[in-house]
């Protein structure tokens, strides 16, 4: 099983394999149970674990990094009912963590996702380029998102003036044929 195919269910604890997508969800196979089943995307939302990024105190890093360092860490895992030792935990195992940001839920969600990494023997590792190409990614978005508010506020103004011009115009003509065919 590959680190890539792994999904996280919006509603549903634990992680799950991607099988196959479909237009209206997924089918999807659950890391603990080994069960198969479909997971409507009306319901649910899908994030895939690659995705997945942690607050930090200075710029976001991906979950792998997180999982990597825990994994590494000689601390053993706390239980996932005690949120304080779970802080205390990751305050030794990662302390950039920016964990005003970042919820004792979600830390728990690392904890029992570790463990479910470990029980599957899951590498835990990006796609090949992954990184290189996020950098690309997020050096696009800025750049577009520095050009936005200008672009959106343009269009807004413009689709508004045609919505106003188009709703008076609308009527008037109506009205003309009207009393045209009279």
């Known amino acids: 099983m590959d680190y890539s195919k792994l999904i996280s269910v919006t509603g549903l604890g ?3 394999e991607l099988i196959a997508s479909k237009a209206d969800g997924a089918i999807v196979r659950s890391l603990e149970d080994k069960s198969t089943k479909f997971i409507s995307s009306r319901q649910h939302s899908f994030s895939h674990l690659e995705s997945i990024e942690v ?7 991906n979950l792998v990094e997180v999982l990597k360092a825990m994994q590494a860490s ?18 030794k195992v990662y302390p950039d963590m920016d964990f005003d940001r970042v919820y004792a839920s979600d830390m728990k969600k690392m904890i029992k996702w570790l463990s479910l990494l470990k029980k599957n023997e ?5 796609r090949e380029g992954e990184e ?18 200008a672009a959106a506020e343009v269009v807004a103004d413009e689709q508004t003036a045609t919505a ?19």
Do not use: C, H, M
């Open 132 to 149: 290189e190409v996020a950098s690309d990614e997020d050096k696009a978005k800025e750049e577009a998102t520095d050009n936005e508010p």
């Open 122 to 126: 899951i590498e835990l590792k990006l």
């Open 55 to 61: 607050y930090t105190q200075r710029e976001n890093v």
């Open 14 to 16: 634990g992680l799950f």
């Open 164 to 182: 106003k011009k188009g709703s008076k115009t609308i009527p008037k003509k109506k009205t003309a044929k009207k009393k045209e065919q009279n």
């Open 74 to 91: 000689s601390e053993p895992l706390p239980s996932e009912k005690d949120a304080a030792a779970i802080k205390k935990y990751f305050q």
